[in-house]
């Protein structure tokens, strides 16, 4: 899952050079895609966003971004979207008195989202524009 934002974050070193530097990747005509790291998750993996930002009255808002907590490199997981335009914050996964609550619908469904959005990644050409930024 998410095998284009994979493929960007090893073009630029993989995740231990994320937690240094946030990857910043433009295509014209689109939004630019950011992916950083933001921390450790609920299940004590890797958490990053992975988002698109425009600017609005100053203001960036998300849309979207997703953060997704990294298990291992097969298994990346969901925790929270966020579309600030329409104000959605949902957390699907967190940590309640230090007990993790899941909330498997959510989940699901951004799971789904996640097969999507990154089919439409790859399809937008960001994958060749980090590839050309990476190497240049």
Request: glycine share 10%; with cysteine.
């Amino acid at each position: 899952m998410m095998e284009s934002i994979r493929e960007i974050i090893a073009l630029f070193g993989g995740v231990d050079l994320l937690r240094k530097a946030a990857i910043r990747v433009e295509v014209e005509g689109f939004m630019p895609l950011c992916i950083e790291y933001v921390g450790v998750g609920p299940r004590g993996g890797t958490l990053i966003s992975v988002a698109h930002y425009y600017l609005q009255q100053g203001d960036l808002m998300a849309d979207p971004d997703l953060t997704i907590e990294v298990l291992t490199e097969g298994d990346w997981s969901p925790v929270a979207y966020q579309q600030d335009n329409l104000g959605i914050y949902q957390e699907a996964v967190s940590l309640d008195g230090g007990k993790m609550v899941e909330r498997r619908r959510l989940v699901n469904d951004l799971l789904a989202f996640m097969r999507v959005w990154d089919e439409n990644i790859k399809e937008q050409g960001f994958i060749e524009a980090a590839r050309r930024q990476a190497q240049g």
